[in-house]
């Protein structure tokens, strides 16, 4: 019996021993989580943010910064609030230069007033405000999907029947204008209007700074445009590739002939060096980097928006061609510089 006795004993001793042991060891195990946790942060260079981020500006930049922060606020930073605005460009440099907005989006390169805006708001431009440029859009040329017949034309017919007083004095331009055996109906013209920078770049660049069409119906919301021209045979209209891309069940996109043969606008044709360079431009979103070090959601956003999962991956998703890979780098080293 002394025997047994001793034996049981001895087997609760090694019992209380072995659930001691193994409860640290799941300690040592829940110590050695956590402590992975916390170098996985440290490696990933994260934190758990809060607050918001106020974006505005152009409408063509517009699907491309909403889908970056919707993934920022899904996959990184749950706890922050992305606000993005599509005003347009010239609307939205006007709330940036007075620091209401931390990203101008703008798919056309600041003005000179405007950085004096800036300045006379108390900031420097060169060193408070960072370009960021976040991909290559195409200039598309719309028109309805019953339109068999301008489905291509040369860059000098684009220019000259958006160019007032080319054809006819009061601007009422015929198909027939361009080409003699096309329809002889009445053109309608459409875009985006003067607060947007697609309508400075038409105007501006393509058109050279001359008067375009004073029949042209200018419209402040892209989706507007859209409709009209898949409501109307005769229309004709120009706005960024993104909303193309998204409506080519109600439109179609004119082929451009720049010298080599008709080129339609892709992901794979938009580039500064590629077959569309004729209508290409880039596309920019500017950050204040004073409230970027003022507001950390705001840092994390910004190095986000250039990262991997940022515009080179988003870009082609939304209707763009991402920059270069070096662009995009060097623009992490700047901002990882500030740190």
């Not at 042991?21 to 943010?49: I, K, M, Q, V």
């Not at 990184?76 to 989006?105: C, H, I, L, M, Y």
């Not at 958006?162 to 361009?178: C, F, P, Q």
Request: include cysteine.
């Amino acid at each position: 019996m002394r025997k047994l006795l001793m034996i049981l004993l001895a087997m609760a001793l090694v019992f209380s021993i072995t659930a001691c042991g193994g409860e640290d060891s799941n300690n040592d195990s829940d110590n050695g989580e956590a402590t992975n946790n916390e170098s996985n942060d440290e490696g990933n260079g994260s934190e758990e943010l809060s607050g918001t981020v106020i974006v505005d500006g152009s409408g063509t930049v517009y699907p491309l910064m909403a889908h970056i922060s919707e993934a920022y606020m899904t996959d990184e930073q749950p706890d922050v609030s992305v606000q993005v605005g599509r005003a347009g460009t010239s609307a939205g440099f006007e709330k940036f230069v007075t620091g209401e907005t931390d990203f101008a989006n703008a798919s056309r390169p600041i003005k000179d007033e405007e950085i004096e805006a800036l300045a006379d708001n108390g900031f420097d431009y060169e060193e408070e405000i960072l370009e960021l440029k976040l991909a290559y859009d195409g200039l598309t040329m719309a028109i309805n999907s019953n339109n068999d017949w301008a489905t291509e034309m040369t860059e000098e017919e684009i220019v000259s029947m958006y160019l007032s007083g080319e054809y006819r004095d009061d601007d009422k331009v015929l198909w027939s204008d361009i080409r003699s055996e096309w329809p002889e109906e009445e053109i309608n013209f459409y875009g985006p209007n003067e607060n947007h920078g697609t309508y400075e770049f038409f105007v501006e660049d393509i058109l050279d700074e001359q008067q375009i069409v004073t029949t042209a119906q200018l419209e402040q919301e892209y989706s507007t445009l859209v409709d009209l021209v898949a409501n109307d045979e005769n229309a004709i209209a120009f706005f960024g590739f993104g909303y193309y891309v998204n409506n080519q069940d109600k439109i179609q996109a004119v082929s451009v002939d720049f010298g080599d043969g008709p080129v339609k606008p892709a992901v794979e044709t938009i580039g500064e060096d590629l077959d569309y360079a004729g209508f290409t431009r880039p596309i920019f979103t500017y950050l204040n980097l004073t409230h970027a070090k003022e507001k950390p959601q705001l840092f994390d956003f910004a190095k986000f928006v250039i990262s991997e999962d940022g515009a080179k991956a988003l870009a082609g998703e939304n209707g763009f061609a991402p920059m270069p890979d070096d662009v995009y780098n060097d623009y992490m080293e700047t901002l990882e510089g500030l740190q």
